[in-house]
Nanobody, 125 residues
Framework: QVQLVESGGGLVQAGGSLRLSCAAS????????MGWFRQAPGKEREFVAA????????YYADSVKGRFTISRDNAKNTVYLQMNSLKPEDTAVYYC??????????????????WGQGTQVTVSS
């Protein structure tokens, strides 16, 4: 069992930056692929970014490519999402998730086994 706790959300003006963190419990964090997802009010959850267990493979949604950076520190059991050049359409609850089974990183949230409680990101125009 893995518990995930996100932090770092908040209110920021358009063009600003935020860094989200996701701290994981358990000794097997370093073997999990990790992903970030978001859900805006009235919309379905969408994939944002994912990183392989070793950090060597990364994938981004087109909507955030070039603005967001996912990274991880396995020694600290933490995955990060650096968000720059934020836009009002980035406003959402952001969730981190852990995938313990897939051999490759995946964008389908249904493939992820553990989820955090989410952190709110609000970007004002």
């Amino acid at each position: 069992q893995v518990q995930l706790v996100e932090s770092g959300g908040g209110l920021v003006q358009a063009g600003g930056s935020l860094r989200l963190s996701c701290a994981a419990s358990g000794r097997t964090f370093s073997s999990y692929n990790m992903g970030w997802f978001r859900q805006a009010p009235g919309k379905e959850r969408e994939f944002v970014a994912a990183i392989s267990w070793h950090g060597g493979r990364i994938y981004y949604a087109d909507s955030v490519k070039g603005r967001f950076t996912i990274s991880r520190d396995n020694a600290k059991n933490t995955v990060y999402l650096q968000m720059n050049s934020l836009k009002p359409e980035d406003t959402a609850v952001y969730y981190c998730a852990a995938d313990r089974r897939s051999a490759v990183i995946v964008t389908d949230g249904g493939r992820y086994d553990y989820w955090g409680q989410g952190t709110q990101v609000t970007v004002s125009s």
